[in-house]
């Protein structure tokens, strides 16, 4: 069985190798009683077939052993369920987005990652959420696995034991790359966190000393963007078509649209970066009408990087 590296690891797999063992047991005895059967009722053994009735005894046992064995297996299940999604007092909290096809996470000054950085021996709470559909957030490592659902804020926990880089995975299939969401947790210890946590400037965008960034300096928070915002699950930079089309050498071109079953062209500039990326499916780049580009959520400065960032994508 994979190595666990949580709180829960334990129980989990106990609770999973109790089932087993029970499962062994009755299947040798199975097969075993089967075996006997077949040679002790074979017709050269035992010419005359006969009637067999009832017997009190008999069924009484293979009603109450087996209840009693269901309930002890609901009873540790139970249990690990309880202590699952009963989070403590003292947990750190980061708000996790999923998204087709990546997870970002939040954590309480803002911050923004696409690796969840955690503490070890410190419990943490991850407030699920999806900007689009189902998707299930995994870390086998830690067993747990608990669904992200639109409009619906679930959560799970888990406290690390140790430091290490585990993955995570999307145990919900969500689509054509559902597998890019597989990423990764990295537990560190918990003073490497706080030293790493009281380093972070507030905001992404608030790395430079404050003042108007240059366009240099806004396309590489742009391209922070396109990494952290999931843009890059579907578009490339380096002119390959991947789920969308690739952002590269796009700015100032023509491209040809479909608005309302009408086909034109129009320039790529500023507006109609904009125009793409707060209304994708308004006007739908010709080749891709059939996909669904989802919708982001992004603010103004955003999208000002990631214009930045396409424009400087020659
Ligand atoms: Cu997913």
Redesign the pocket.
Known sequence: MLAGFSTFASQVDNAFLYVLIISLIFFVGIVFAMLYFVVRYHHKNHKQPEDIHGSVTLEVLWTIIPTILVITMFYYGYKGFHNMRTVPEDAMEVTVT?R??SWMYTYDNGYQTDTLIVPVNQPVKLNLESAD????YYIPAFRVKQD?VPGWNNYLWFQATDPGVYDVM?A????DR?SY?LSSVKAIEQDKFNQWYASLPVKPAETSEGGALDEAGLAKLGEQAYRLKGCMACHSVDGSRLVGPSFKGIFGEEVSVVAEGKEYTVTVDEDYLRRSMLEPNAEKVKGFEAIPMPPQVLTDEEINQLIAFIKSLK
């Open positions: 999923g087709m096809w559909v189902l998707h299930s992200a999307c919900e299939y969500c689509g559902h969401m």
